[in-house]
């Protein structure tokens, strides 16, 4: 059973393009959160999304930065228009389901770099 | 605003000695787990405690969650190179809120 997948692994940018970034849950996980971890810091929670729903999106940034996770493919963390401080590791982690003690498993994550 | 707040932040011991992590919070919440993360790499998880003053062991490692589910530790018996690594605690409630993460290095 494979793990949680995340591509690409490590991106580079310049100021002002997009970002995409693309995260497949384990095989029948239905839950998926994203987090960035920023230099010398914790992971921060960003938003929280079940299938063609975000539930939680209270850690996202007002502009530039979206997410969705359609009925078929994977979940998408998007940012437009990137930004030096965007510069971070942006993790996907998933869940089965809602339990309460909401188990998580993390992918590798993508580097983002922004020049 | 739930918070969690890991100490010691950086941990360099000898091997075979012992050491606890500490992971405090003023919030209440409905499981704790930690995560061991390695450079280059995503959070793994070691453990998920779910009930008030509950124990478990993981070889060497044993995590223990606070009666009232605000605080958690973890302690790690003679400490091995292989042990080095950034250990990260998080509080579940909808999304995990994490600590700072305690750097620990293992010098042989």
């Known amino acids: 059973n494979a793990g949680v997948m995340q591509n690409p692994r490590h991106l580079v940018r310049r100021r002002g393009q997009e970002a995409r970034l693309r995260c497949s849950p384990m095989k029948g996980h239905s839950h998926v959160y994203w987090y960035r971890q920023l230099p010398e810091e914790g992971l921060k929670f960003m938003v929280y999304?079940?299938?063609?729903?975000?539930?939680?999106e209270s850690g996202m940034p007002k502009e530039r930065f979206s997410a969705e996770f359609p009925k078929e493919g994977p979940s998408i963390l998007r940012i437009q228009q990137v930004v030096r401080g965007d510069s971070a590791a942006y993790f996907c982690a998933s869940s089965p389901l809602w339990t309460g003690t909401e188990t998580q498993y993390f992918g590798p994550g993508t580097r983002l770099l922004v020049l | 605003t739930q918070l969690l707040e890991q100490s010691p932040q950086f941990l360099s011991i000898q091997e075979g000695e012992n050491l606890t992590v500490y992971c405090n919070s003023s919030s209440v919440f409905s499981s704790l787990q930690w995560y061991r993360q390695e450079p280059g790499e995503g959070p793994v998880l070691l453990v998920t405690v779910v009930t008030g003053g509950e124990v478990k062991k993981l070889k060497r490692l044993t995590f223990q969650f606070g009666d009232a589910r605000k605080d958690s530790s973890l302690h790690i018996t003679a400490a091995q190179p292989g042990d080095t690594g950034l250990y990260l605690c998080a509080g579940a409630g909808g999304k995990l809120i994490f600590g700072q993460g305690t750097t620990l290095q293992v010098k042989p």
């Open positions: 999304l079940q299938k063609e729903n975000i539930i939680d």
